[in-house]
């Protein structure tokens, strides 16, 4: 299975972004017509840059989610976003969005682990105080692999990586906007050690660059180094800097081949 994994550089405006994707989309699938999925990086519709605004959370029944449906299905390629969404509850979480090549569109997994931060030199973040939490992993399916869900931080805790490693799912999921600090010193570490710890495939799209609000003059900074993970922790695929794209091949025989050498699964004892 062939997935590409785009980078992005979201604003705070929905109108802008959603053009971006649905533009990265034919780039894609023009380049290489055989991708049977596109995961976008967390805050793919709506990355707040204004600190004080309250964020814009995508309804289930807004026209976006229509555009993208129609696109999907034109393409006939799997959508995977990662935004701010109102739920059926009327809550608004941070979540990730499948829309299938046949244009349902299921919410997959609502963000555990939200970033309550205040690093050095750095005003806090707290996501807390705009998202409630999620309580549950997530696993879904698409032709013959299977995928576990997260988002961002998430990456920082094993044990949800631990619960998708118990079902063997083939590739986990990491769309993100980390900070460039943090970036810096733990990205690539934490998912080479998910991928090698889980023995599967590591796919983390993430936003990049420096993100400025189209109402302010205020800004915000990414780190970007979009990355696809071999199940062996070796680094398949790199976009470091600017926004596009790349594709990675998921292999059943490459799974097979690590999991036979080094048999963690007949090992486990927790």
């Given at each position: 299975m062939k997935i590409a994994l785009a980078q992005l550089s979201s604003t705070d405006d929905v109108a802008t972004n959603l053009d971006s994707i649905l533009k990265i989309v034919d780039e894609i699938m023009g380049a290489d017509p055989l991708v049977s999925l596109i995961v976008f990086p967390e805050n793919t519709l709506y990355f707040r840059i204004v600190a004080a605004e309250k964020v814009v959370a995508i309804d289930l029944q807004s026209e976006v989610w229509s555009a993208l449906q129609k696109k999907a299905q034109q393409k006939k390629v799997n959508l995977h976003?990662?935004?701010?969404?109102?739920?059926?509850?009327?809550?608004?979480?941070?979540?990730?969005?499948?829309?299938?090549?046949?244009?349902?569109?299921?919410?997959?997994?609502?963000?555990?682990?939200?970033?309550?931060?205040?690093?050095?030199?750095?005003?806090?973040?707290?996501?807390?105080?705009?998202?409630?939490?999620?309580?549950?992993?997530?696993?879904?399916?698409?032709?013959?692999?299977?995928?576990?869900?997260?988002?961002?931080?998430?990456?920082?805790?094993?044990?949800?990586?631990?619960?998708?490693?118990?079902?063997?799912?083939?590739?986990?999921?990491?769309?993100?906007?980390?900070?460039?600090?943090?970036?810096?010193?733990?990205?690539?570490?934490?998912?080479?050690?998910?991928?090698?710890?889980?023995?599967?495939?590591?796919?983390?799209?993430?936003?990049?660059?420096?993100?400025?609000?189209?109402?302010?003059?205020?800004?915000?900074?990414?780190?970007?180094?979009?990355?696809?993970?071999?199940?062996?922790?070796?680094?398949?695929?790199?976009?470091?800097e600017g926004v596009g794209f790349v594709i990675v091949e998921l292999s059943q025989q490459t799974l097979k081949a690590v999991r036979t050498q080094i048999p963690m699964k007949s090992h486990r004892r927790l």
């Open positions: 976003l990662t935004t701010a969404i109102l739920d059926t509850d009327k809550k608004v979480y941070n979540a990730s969005v499948l829309i299938r090549e046949n244009g349902l569109v299921e919410v997959l997994y609502r963000k555990v682990h939200l970033f309550d931060m205040a690093l050095s030199g750095q005003s806090p973040i707290r996501e807390s105080d705009s998202f409630e939490r999620g309580s549950v992993a997530s696993v879904f399916q698409i032709g013959d692999f299977k995928f576990g869900s997260s988002i961002c931080y998430d990456l920082r805790f094993a044990e949800l990586y631990a619960s998708y490693a118990a079902q063997e799912v083939d590739a986990i999921l990491v769309p993100a906007a980390f900070l460039v600090k943090t970036g810096q010193a733990h990205w690539e570490v934490l998912l080479r050690a998910r991928a090698i710890e889980s023995q599967c495939f590591v796919l983390a799209p993430a936003q990049v660059g420096t993100h400025r609000s189209v109402r302010s003059e205020d800004q915000r900074e990414t780190f970007g180094h979009t990355l696809g993970i071999g199940p062996w922790g070796e680094i398949l695929t790199l976009k470091a």
